[in-house]
């Protein structure tokens, strides 16, 4: 069964729903970044009816719509996270997958620190930074869209009824070299506060919480983003106030000037 992401689709607002939780704020999804062959890709949103960001998809078995109104529950990734509000937070056991080279970066994902849900979410922040949303729907940006539903695929999903199956949407194979820098940067010690406070994770605030039946994954709902929130550069309203503390001592500066003309 074919499973579609993002559609580009004039489907309207939804409403949103008494189910919703008390922290969740609205998310409005726009329009495309870029849209890829195997779906997924990015958008542009409004976060909480003043945020501009562009949120990307992790999530393959579910859909989310362009244009869209959407409840959602956010959730900052970093050492402290808490991932009780997102759609695999609470799963332990994934797909397997293979890797031909190095057996650390295998035994990694597959038996060691890399199964807890928290890092497979710390490696989909990374590789969503590895996007080049300039250039639009290439082989490269394939793979790590390819790259980031291969590391969030549960186990269950191999279970369930209808199958979900993962499809490559670049046609190139399993998107190994991806799936390897992911691994080594984790391991290498990338996954810093300071890298991941960048980033939130966007979850349907109305999914309901899945069983050990369901391999513990969120049920129902929008497809789960991430954004990105890039740390602002020190312009913009800082130069602002620098430019205004120095307007500031220049006019104090001939005001001193001036009332010592007038002492002489």
């Known amino acids: ?58 999530n393959f078995a579910n859909d989310i719509y362009v244009p869209s109104t959407n409840s959602a529950n956010v959730t900052t990734l970093g050492s402290s996270e808490n991932l009780s509000e997102t759609r695999f937070g609470d799963v332990s056991s994934w797909t397997t997958i293979s890797l031909p080279g190095d057996p650390t970066e295998q035994n990694f994902l597959d038996s060691g620190a890399g199964t807890a849900a928290s890092a497979r979410y710390d490696m989909v922040a990374y590789l969503v930074s590895q996007y080049n949303i300039g250039n639009g729907n290439t082989a490269a940006n394939n793979q790590i869209q390819e790259a980031i539903w291969t590391l969030m695929d549960p186990a269950a999903y191999a279970t369930a009824s209808p199958v979900v199956s993962l499809i490559d949407p670049s046609e190139l194979g399993v998107p190994t070299a991806d799936l390897e820098a992911a691994a080594d940067w984790y391991l290498g010690g990338g996954a810093t506060n300071a890298f991941l406070s960048q980033f939130e994770v966007l979850s349907d605030a109305t999914m309901t919480a899945g069983s050990s039946a369901d391999g513990y994954v969120g049920i129902g709902g929008f497809q789960e983003q991430i954004v990105f929130t890039p740390a602002p550069e020190p312009r913009g309203s800082i130069w602002m106030l620098i430019g205004l503390f120095g307007v500031a001592g220049f006019v104090l500066q001939r005001a001193r000037g001036k009332k010592l003309a007038l002492a002489a």
Do not use: E, R
Request: proline share 2%.
């Open 1 to 58: 069964m074919k499973i579609n992401h993002i559609y580009g689709t004039a489907l309207g607002f939804f409403l949103f729903t008494f189910s919703a939780s008390a922290s969740s704020v609205p998310l409005v999804v726009g329009t495309y970044n870029f849209q890829l062959d195997g779906g997924g890709g990015g958008a542009q949103a409004t976060l909480n009816g003043t945020q501009t960001v562009q949120i990307f998809c992790d």
